[in-house]
Nanobody, 129 residues
Framework: DVQLQASGGGSVQAGGSLRLSCEISGFTFDDYAIGWFRQAPGKEREGISCISSRESVTYYEESVKGRFTISSDNARKMVYLQMDNLKPEDSAVYYC??????????????????????WGEGTQVTVSS
């Protein structure tokens, strides 16, 4: 079974940093897309940073460009999201999602929640002003 486990959330003050980790197991697709999504109260889940096996370019949602960095360690089957200069509007539950599919990173981040095959449990990020 495919399992994703996100961790690393917490509470920080504005301007602080957090590093989220997503441990992936049982995922054996040659073609895939993996990304970080977040959902704030009363809002839809949005993709904020994604990678695709078919391209070297990573995707970042406009509001996190220059502050967040996605990376992966294929040997350890881990995906990370380094979040710097956090803002109160970054407060949300963060999820990692994955799918064995040929797709551009940007398209995966815009994918409807119901179309993403695998989700991990979320990790809460709270940024205070």
């Amino acid at each position: 079974d495919v399992q994703l486990q996100a961790s690393g959330g917490g509470s920080v003050q504005a301007g602080g940093s957090l590093r989220l980790s997503c441990e992936i197991s049982g995922f054996t697709f040659d073609d895939y897309a993996i990304g970080w999504f977040r959902q704030a109260p009363g809002k839809e889940r949005e993709g904020i940073s994604c990678i695709s096996s078919r391209e070297s370019v990573t995707y970042y949602e406009e509001s996190v460009k220059g502050r967040f960095t996605i990376s992966s360690d294929n040997a350890r089957k881990m995906v990370y999201l380094q979040m710097d200069n956090l803002k109160p509007e970054d407060s949300a539950v963060y999820y990692c999602g994955a799918e064995g599919v040929i797709i551009r990173a940007s398209a995966f981040c815009r994918r409807s929640t119901g179309l993403v095959d695998f989700w991990g449990e979320g990790t809460q990020v709270t940024v205070s002003s």
